[in-house]
């Protein structure tokens, strides 16, 4: 296995802890850069990644059009098998957050202290599991009201991290973002899984 280091603000030079999980929801219309980034980042900071989706093995297009290949479906995902969950934006999480199973996912995230980061309109699917009351968080400006009313407390940001809970507006945000991410991740320690 590569090691490969992460540079975070005050963990720069700091790798990951070994055997890093993390689940990134796909569906169609996903927002491209924000999948495709923080998933990237996260390969090349060292952690294992994997892209689930309604369908395992499935091509979900982007909105604009970049492809992304589920390994796994949703149904078949459990919370202990990682350390956070990475929720894109774009239309795909007002769909997905129909789905119960994908709601329960994000519900037992936080009941676990584990990273939940969500970039633009993907904090609707934390609003919809309920778990932003209290929260400081952002997002994007389309759904600021959706994430007051669910008890959440705005920032104007372009990374807010309140304990286990990353939350970013916009694409252009993503640099944030991710070390937002990974600043999570490495404080994490020995929180999460087993490296299988």
């Given at each position: 296995?590569?090691?490969?280091?992460?540079?975070?603000?005050?963990?720069?030079?700091?790798?990951?802890?070994?055997?890093?999980?993390?689940?990134?929801l796909?569906?169609?219309?996903?927002?491209?850069?924000?999948?495709w980034?923080?998933?990237?980042?996260l390969?090349?900071?060292?952690?294992?990644?994997?892209?689930?989706?309604?369908?395992?093995?499935?091509?979900?297009?982007?909105?604009h059009?970049?492809p992304?290949?589920?390994?796994?479906?949703?149904a078949?995902?459990?919370?202990?098998?990682?350390?956070?969950?990475?929720?894109?934006?774009?239309?795909?999480?007002?769909a997905?957050?129909?789905?119960?199973?994908?709601?329960?996912?994000?519900h037992?995230?936080?009941?676990?202290?584990?990273l939940?980061?969500a970039?633009?309109?993907?904090?609707?699917?934390?609003?919809?599991?309920?778990?932003?009351?209290?929260?400081?968080?952002?997002?994007?400006?389309?759904?600021?009201?959706?994430?007051?009313?669910?008890?959440?407390?705005?920032?104007?940001?372009?990374?807010?991290?309140?304990?286990?809970?990353?939350?970013?507006?916009?694409?252009?945000?993503?640099?944030?973002?991710?070390?937002?991410?990974?600043?999570?991740?490495?404080?994490?320690?020995?929180?999460?899984?087993?490296?299988?």
């Amino acid at each position: 296995m590569i090691s490969t280091v992460s540079t975070v603000g005050s963990h720069a030079g700091a790798a990951l802890p070994a055997g890093t999980r993390i689940l990134v929801l796909v569906g169609h219309d996903y927002e491209d850069l924000e999948l495709w980034y923080p998933r990237l980042r996260l390969e090349e900071a060292g952690a294992h990644v994997t892209v689930a989706g309604p369908a395992a093995g499935h091509t979900y297009a982007g909105k604009h059009g970049y492809p992304c290949c589920s390994d796994a479906a949703l149904a078949d995902m459990e919370v202990a098998d990682f350390h956070g969950v990475v929720i894109p934006g774009g239309w795909m999480p007002d769909a997905l957050r129909r789905d119960r199973h994908v709601l329960e996912l994000v519900h037992g995230f936080d009941a676990a202290g584990r990273l939940i980061a969500a970039i633009c309109h993907g904090g609707w699917i934390p609003v919809s599991a309920g778990v932003y009351r209290g929260v400081r968080v952002t997002g994007s400006p389309g759904i600021k009201d959706d994430l007051i009313n669910a008890g959440g407390l705005w920032e104007d940001a372009a990374v807010v991290v309140d304990r286990h809970h990353v939350s970013s507006r916009r694409p252009a945000d993503l640099p944030a973002f991710c070390r937002g991410i990974l600043a999570v991740l490495a404080g994490a320690g020995s929180v999460g899984p087993e490296a299988r």
